[in-house]
C-alpha cells in the first residue's frame, strides 16, 4: 500500500481565493481525520469521518472550512475564502478502529 | 485542545546513550500513542499503549503509562543518528480522537 497520499504537496495561494486540499486513506480503513500543525497550536484536529460520514467537526474554525468524504477513498479540505492565518501544514491520516493513526505527508499552505 | 504535554521539550544526546521523554495528561484515557515526526514530514506510529497496561516494548522502545500519575514515558535506548526527530504523544479519551501534546524535540549527535 502507497499509505495515505495527500495533494498537493504545497500550495501558494492569494488571500481570498479558494483552497482545496485532498486525501486518498489507505484502503480498509474506516476513519479519516484531518489535522492541522501550526508551530504556535501545535497538531489541532479539524474534523474525522467514520465510514465516510462526518463525526465530529467541531475542531473547524470556522465556516470558511469544510471538508467532503463521497466515497471511503477520497476526502476534501476546502477553504474559501483563504486568509494569511490559515497558512499551515495540513495533514490527513487514517486508521481501522482506533489503532495506530496512518499520516499522510502534508500540504504545505501559505496564504499571502 | 492538546491534552498530553511533553517533557522536555528539547532533548540532546550522544549517539549511543539513551533518551527519555515523559507525557502527561488531565482526563482518563483509552489509550495512548507515541509518534515521531521527522522534519517536513508526516506523523509515524511508533506504539500504542491502552489503558489496562503498564509497559511495552518495540525494539529499542520502551513505553510505561501510569494512569493513577496520569503520565507516560518514552524510552528510547541506545540511540542513533536516525532517532533525530520531534516525538509526540497523544491521548484517547474514548472519543475516537487523538489530541497530540507540543512534542520533544531529539537531537542525537554523531
Known amino acids: 500500500d502507497a499509505g495515505v497520499i495527500q495533494s498537493p504537496r504545497h500550495e501558494v495561494t492569494e488571500m481570498g481565493q479558494e483552497v482545496t486540499l485532498r486525501c486518498k486513506p489507505i484502503?480498509?480503513?474506516?476513519?479519516l481525520f484531518w489535522y492541522r500543525q501550526t508551530m504556535m497550536r501545535g497538531l489541532e484536529l479539524l474534523i474525522y469521518f467514520n465510514n465516510n460520514v462526518p463525526i465530529d467537526d467541531s475542531g473547524m474554525p470556522e465556516d470558511r472550512f469544510s471538508a467532503k468524504m463521497p466515497n471511503a477513498s477520497f476526502s476534501t479540505l476546502k477553504i474559501q475564502p483563504s486568509e494569511p492565518r490559515d497558512s499551515a501544514v495540513y495533514f490527513c491520516?487514517?486508521?481501522f478502529g482506533l489503532g495506530g493513526y496512518t499520516f499522510g505527508s502534508g500540504t504545505r499552505l501559505t496564504v499571502v | 485542545s492538546q491534552q498530553g504535554e511533553e517533557d522536555p521539550q528539547a532533548l540532546s544526546i550522544q549517539e549511543g546513550e539513551n533518551a527519555t521523554m515523559n507525557c502527561s495528561y488531565k482526563t482518563s484515557i483509552n489509550n495512548l500513542q507515541w509518534y515521531r515526526q521527522n522534519s517536513g514530514r508526516g506523523l509515524v506510529h511508533l506504539i500504542l499503549?491502552?489503558?489496562?497496561?503498564r509497559e511495552k516494548h518495540s525494539g529499542r522502545l520502551r513505553v510505561t503509562l501510569d494512569t493513577s500519575k496520569k503520565s507516560s514515558s518514552l524510552l528510547i535506548t541506545a540511540s542513533r543518528a536516525a532517532d533525530t526527530a520531534s516525538y509526540f504523544c497523544?491521548?484517547?479519551?474514548?472519543?475516537?480522537?487523538?489530541?497530540f501534546g507540543a512534542g520533544t524535540t531529539v537531537t542525537v549527535r554523531a
Open positions: 484502503s480498509g480503513h474506516d476513519y
Open positions: 497523544a491521548t484517547d479519551a474514548y472519543d475516537y480522537k487523538l489530541s
Open positions: 499503549i491502552r489503558s489496562n497496561e
Open positions: 491520516a487514517s486508521s
